[in-house]
């Protein structure tokens, strides 16, 4: 079935680093991709997202791109802020395999230190 | 607008008892989730709804019923509350499919505990 890996954390950089968190999937078809964040005691909102192959998402310095070829969705920013503090998921919908339902990888937590 | 709300917030119970929780959204949404969020296991679909008057079984469903008589609201029910259903619950709630695109917007979360 389809499913999403992403790196283990926690990862923590001093504030400014450059961030990457790495995001491999598994799907049959062309899903759409995911990253979502969750702030500490809050729920989950949506980061960026891509549909298509080579389809760049972008939001807040955040950006990641649909590989294909590579099946990934790294998730990079150039120089993070302690606000960036929270747990970072990859998520896929896949309008085939899956119901249209989101796969969620298992969440990277992420510290950034003054 | 308030977007997707979940009733209550904390809740602490006894293994064997019952209760529901209550997720409501006023963005006239068509679809509506439950998910279940446990240390290293990400989010795991307990149950969904494609509208008002329809449920389906997600993931993990065993122990859980879902109702959605009103098209703003979605019920999450536990029957004989088990430990092993403690968790972060999660109500989400997405449009009709428009092209690729689905954004899903979710909840606070409650948070459970079964003693």
């Known amino acids: 079935g389809d499913s999403v890996t992403q790196m283990e954390g926690p990862v923590t950089l001093s504030e400014e680093a450059f961030l990457t968190i790495n995001c491999t999937y598994t799907?049959?078809?062309?899903?759409?991709l995911f990253w979502y964040v969750q702030y500490p005691g809050e729920g989950l909102q949506l980061l960026l997202k891509?549909?298509?192959?080579?389809d760049k998402g972008s939001n807040k310095g955040f950006e990641a791109t649909y590989r294909k070829e590579t099946t990934s969705f790294h998730l990079e920013k150039g120089s993070v802020q302690v606000s960036d503090s929270a747990v970072y998921f990859c998520?896929?919908?896949?309008?085939?395999?899956?119901?249209?339902?989101?796969?969620f990888g298992k969440g990277t937590k992420l510290s950034v230190k003054p | 607008n308030a977007g997707v709300t979940q009733t209550p917030k904390f809740r602490v119970l006894k293994t064997g008892q019952s209760m529901t929780l209550l997720c409501a959204q006023d963005?006239?949404?068509?679809?509506m989730y439950w998910y279940r969020q446990d240390p290293g296991m990400g989010l795991r679909l307990i149950h969904y709804?494609?509208?008002?008057?329809?449920?389906a079984k997600g993931e993990v469903p065993d122990g859980y019923n879902v109702s959605r008589l009103k098209k703003q609201n979605f019920l999450l029910g536990l029957e004989s509350a088990a430990p092993s259903q403690t968790s972060v619950y999660f109500c989400a709630s997405s449009p009709r499919r428009v092209g690729r695109t689905d954004t899903q917007y979710f909840g606070p979360g409650t948070r459970l505990t079964v003693l």
């Open positions: 998520a896929l919908m896949n309008y085939g395999g899956s119901q249209g339902n989101l796969i």
């Open positions: 799907a049959t078809g062309y899903p759409s």
């Open positions: 963005m006239n949404h068509e679809y």
């Open positions: 891509a549909t298509k192959a080579d």
């Open positions: 709804s494609v509208g008002e008057g329809t449920t």
